[in-house]
């Protein structure tokens, strides 16, 4: 009887736990036991992704005029863990999944992805103002001045343009399907 009880316990065990990760409450993060990949700017990676805050939103990259590929893959480290800030695709989708309800700014998600990004330079790019290597962000098609571009949040379907040098002939806009 002591036998079968136990067995019980480790099952009725097994399926509350299933449970709560699949609520995304219970996770298992990879830097929590390994160290393997750190926690980048309070940004956990996690054995799975949350949608507890699940929002999208797009940035398009201009290097001299031409369109720059956001690639698939930021902050994903397949199989083991994936960062709340992230892309799937090259489509420049961010993906912003979270456990909790927290304003995730665009420094964050460069942090992640491992690319320099402030008001001075963008990848290798740097700014020089007597030239045309100039840098600017543009969130839903306006050009803003702010004190510090790493600090833009990463709201829901926003749509944020950042150009380095010569702009291309039209600021896009992104249209979300959801």
């Not at 219970?26 to 805050?53: A, M, R, W």
Request: with cysteine; net charge negative; charged share 15%.
């Amino acid at each position: 009887m002591n036998t079968v009880k136990h067995f019980q316990l480790i099952a009725l065990l097994t399926l509350q736990a299933l449970f709560l990760s699949s609520m995304g409450v219970l996770t298992l993060s990879k830097n929590e036991g390994s160290g393997q990949y750190p926690v980048i700017d309070g940004i956990k990676c996690d054995s799975t992704e949350h949608f507890n805050f699940h929002y999208h939103a797009h940035l398009h990259i201009f290097i001299n005029g031409s369109s720059y590929l956001v690639p698939g893959g930021i902050g994903i480290k397949a199989p083991d863990c994936i960062y709340w800030l992230h892309t799937h695709d090259s489509s420049g989708i961010i993906h912003i999944e979270s456990p909790e309800n927290n304003t995730f700014e665009l420094g964050q998600f460069f942090d992640i992805w491992g690319q320099k990004f402030n008001n001075s330079q963008i990848f290798d790019f740097k700014v020089d103002n007597s030239t045309d290597r100039t840098l600017t962000v543009y969130l839903n098609g306006t050009a803003i001045n702010q004190t510090s571009y790493r600090d833009i949040p990463i709201v829901n379907h926003e749509d944020i343009v950042i150009v380095y040098g010569a702009p291309p002939p039209e600021i896009p806009s992104y249209g979300f399907q959801y």
